[in-house]
């Protein structure tokens, strides 16, 4: 079955800490990995997305992605957490030009510490 | 540039009332449009995709329909709203103008409480 696991629920860091949001994806063709923040009552921000070449990936707001394939793993990383990243986050996977039909995790709320 | 706008942000409903969410998409054309429900604490469900006018696929059976009556519509309709209808539901449109279909763009959701 196609699924995506995002093992954490909740993480809490210090501001200027480092930060890693594991994703895990079971998927039976290439699969196109994303990254989405929520905040509180809002849509969805794309954060990073990879289709191919170079495994890690650039995003907005200082994030970066590494994808594994032999872990089937697309982790969320930034090396200096803000305030303002305080969110939920989202993983999701979809398949070639199939661009808004995807499956997604279930999400990991990020609080930041003062 | 492209926007997408989705109304109303909230609403409370009784049971048994009919529901109508409507979606809009500006600056593209025959763009994929698409119905997600996030109950609470958990993630994105896909409930409905559709690829043009009047083209509506399911992904889940529920007690809610949508329909596509412009290209840059989608409606998000129920007859007899029941509790478990309650919850966040976002439109997101991918594709469009003859460009590549590789990433969703989400509206702002509405906020659906049925009491």
């Known amino acids: 079955a196609q699924s995506v696991t995002q093992p954490d629920i909740h993480i809490t860091v210090s501001e200027g800490a480092s930060l890693e949001l594991r994703c895990n994806y079971s998927y039976g063709a290439t699969p196109y990995l994303f990254w989405y923040v929520q905040s509180p009552g809002q849509g969805l921000q794309l954060l990073l997305k990879?289709?191919?070449?170079?495994?890690l990936v650039q995003g907005i707001k200082g994030f970066e992605a590494e994808f594994k394939r032999s872990q089937s793993s697309f982790n969320l990383r930034k090396p200096s957490v803000h305030w303002s990243d305080a969110a939920e986050y989202f993983c999701?996977?979809?398949?070639?030009?199939?661009?808004?039909?995807?499956?997604f995790g279930q999400g990991t709320e990020l609080s930041v510490k003062p | 540039s492209q926007t997408i706008h989705q109304w109303p942000a909230t609403l409370v409903q009784p049971v048994g009332s009919p529901l109508s969410l409507e979606c809009t998409v500006e600056g593209t054309s025959n763009p994929n449009l698409y119905w997600y429900r996030q109950a609470a604490g958990r993630g994105l469900q896909l409930l409905f995709y559709s690829v043009g006018i009047g083209q509506i696929s399911s992904e889940v059976p529920q007690n809610l329909s949508a329909s596509r009556p412009q290209d840059r519509q989608f409606i998000l309709s129920s007859k007899k709203l029941l509790l478990s209808d309650s919850g966040f539901y976002l439109c997101a449109w991918s594709g469009g103008s003859g460009g590549q279909n590789t990433e969703a763009f989400f509206g702002q959701g509405t906020r659906l409480t049925v009491v």
């Open positions: 999701a996977v979809g398949a070639y030009n199939q661009g808004g039909k995807l499956i």
């Open positions: 990879y289709f191919s070449g170079d495994t």
